[in-house]
């Protein structure tokens, strides 16, 4: 099992600009410690011949094809109803 030391718990909560108390400390060791010794029990289930699960849902993608939509007008003609044009864009307020 892995056994952290107060000095690596503090290390962790520096690199994490955490101030902890001497309570904490010795809370976190114990608690990191098991953490990590469960995860190492985990490390060491076989898993061979196991498939990886990409979802659970059984939903597929639906796509369909994009279509073109011919509307008639051109961007010009859009444009016109526009209250402000610049260089072919509609011209707002700034935004900031």
């Keep these: ?9 503090l290390n962790l909560a520096r690199l994490a600009k955490l101030s902890l108390s001497e309570k904490e400390v ?7 410690s098991e953490i990590l010794g469960y995860v190492e029990q985990l490390q060491s289930v076989d898993i061979s011949g196991l498939e990886p699960t990409y979802q659970v849902t059984g939903l597929h993608n639906v796509l369909r094809k994009d279509k073109v939509i011919a509307y008639g007008a051109t961007p010009e003609q859009l444009l016109q109803n526009a209250p402000a044009v610049q ?5 707002v307020k700034r935004v900031l």
């Design 26 to 32: 010795s809370s976190f060791t114990k608690e990191i």
């Design 87 to 91: 260089d072919g864009q509609i011209k």
């Design 1 to 9: 099992m892995a056994k952290l030391t107060r000095e690596d718990v």
